[in-house]
């Protein structure tokens, strides 16, 4: 799905906090731009703006491309939160 150019996500992983583009995005997690290194099974904390407020996630790295980026599975959201990130992949469809 496309996205607004220069979409981001504020993610946490260890203590490390980092500031990457979001590439592609739906209900089931999505794919991050970073050079940052992940291994496979990673748990990553996120947090990204949409229209009518925040979203803050938990997801596992399912995928990792060294130089590209990383595929991203939603693990934990709140309700408030997934009907935001809907409300937004419904604007967008």
Request: proline share 3%; charged share 25%.
């Amino acid at each position: 799905m496309g996205l607004p150019k220069g979409m981001s996500v504020a993610w946490q992983a260890g203590g490390e906090r980092v500031i990457s583009r979001i590439g592609t995005i739906g209900l089931g997690g999505l794919f991050i731009y970073t050079k940052r290194e992940a291994a496979v099974g990673d748990v990553i904390k996120l947090v990204f703006d949409v229209p009518g407020g925040e979203v803050r996630a938990r997801a596992v790295v399912r995928s990792y491309e060294p130089g590209r980026g990383m595929g991203l599975e939603f693990t934990a959201m709140q309700l408030e939160a997934r009907a935001r990130l809907t409300q937004l992949l419904r604007r967008l469809a």
